[in-house]
């Protein structure tokens, strides 16, 4: 490694800390260290070994509205590793199993005409003027009409943000319901119809060892090109002196190393990057720190004694009725897995320290197993094994005043030189592990080969990035 190299400090080993290590360790310009306070890499976007398979943090397909650029170095990367999947999901509403992503024909003979009715006459109700929606709820009645609301997005809202949805922002509805009006949902829907199929349709791609891959492939793409790896390394300080970036204090396997860093590049939460800094944020920047809330999620595992649950890959649970709002089954993505064994993976949003977070094993397999019961989805074979894993940043909440709050801090984080925040936890978004990593490669765009950052640019690429919506 050449000593005149840039040395380019990563902070946090997700997809979005991996590609911009490995994109601009391809340049041969900068020395590039990547630290992880995990004992693994991809973060929220990683897998994990159980009962002889790999499993992933909930379910993760890749979408293919993936940019063309990112899905070729994956392609390259993974090869036929790089599976291109049929979506074969549901979704549970008024009782009833509609398939999901939606097909109109199921839509029709599965939906009561009520719900069908009231969607009718929310069409028509739609073209009469109204104001301007401020509010998550506003944002969605106005596009989707109050019955699809009531019945299905509202519920769905409480759930992954435990707050009404009255009290998020409009933001949440655009950045977050891909569906958001009645146009785009029928568009959704007609891509069904066989014949008039878009790009991309009811597709996914999928690693066969597990979503975790696409993080290791770009690791090892960036350790083969020189980059350090640093896994469990958690970043306890950043030092700065007169605006700049000076040291990072980090606490590793041997203990507290303090490493000179004049470019530091940080994936981790915004907020916690903003307490790190040394000397002290301003009080108002602290306390906007303090307000951006992210929602927890507790996973929970049941390895079950059979070769397969249901021939679904994901199961929906919109409605109050069921604590869990998605089940997933790894073998149905396209997962290498043990004969006469599958697993079962539900997701349970929740709040750090609630009763749900604190929860035992045991008890929530036996949350899990009374949901399915009451989905009539009855776990009928041995449970042979419960595991659990907790991710205290699952979902930003974009409370109605988290912008205020997120441009406090982001103006002041940015403010220094040396210093870049992205990926999805740096910029407190609730983007998909492809937006993750088109915030990485558009880094490594506006860095140059001496170091200097076009601000300008970036700042363009961070309007853009507002663009993103959430994909399913
Ligand atoms: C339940 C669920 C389902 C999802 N499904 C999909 C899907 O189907 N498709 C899709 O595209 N996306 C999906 N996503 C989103 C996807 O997980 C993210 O887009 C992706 O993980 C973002 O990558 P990132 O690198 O920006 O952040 P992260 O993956 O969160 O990585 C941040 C990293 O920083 C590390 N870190 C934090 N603090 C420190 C510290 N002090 N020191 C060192 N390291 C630190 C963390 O350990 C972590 O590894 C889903 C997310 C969730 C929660």
Known sequence: MSANRIPITILGAG????????????????NITVLERG????????????AGMKVDYGSHRLHPSCAPEILADLQRMLGNELLDRPRHGRIRLHGKWVHFPLKPADLISHLPPSFLGGIAWDSVAKLIPQKKPDTFAAVLEAGLGKTICRDFYFPYARKIWGVDPDSLDAEQARRRVSAGSLLKMVRKVLNAVPGIKRKGSGRFFYPQNGYGAISEAYGCAAVELGAKLRPLTSVAALETCDGRVQAIRAIGPAGEEVIKADHVLSSIPIAQLARLVQPAAPEDVQKAA?????????????????DRFTEYDAHYFPDSDIMITRLSEPKNYGLTGVPGQTVLCAELP????????RASDSELAKIVTSALETAKLPVRSPVVEVASRRLPQAYPIYSRDYRQHFECVDEWVSGFDGLITFGRQGLFAHDNTHHALAMAYALDRCLEDDGSFDEKRWEEYKQEFQKHVVED
């Open 290 to 306: 303090c307000a951006l809330k992210f929602r927890a999620m507790v996973l929970i595992y049941l390895v079950l004694k059979t």
């Open 39 to 50: 004992g693994a890499v991809g973060g929220n976007a990683g897998s994990f070994d159980l």
């Open 15 to 30: 997809p979005a800390g991996l590609g911009a290590a490995y994109r601009l360790a391809r340049r041969g310009k900068f």
């Open 350 to 357: 929740c709040s750090i320290n609630d009763a749900v977070w």
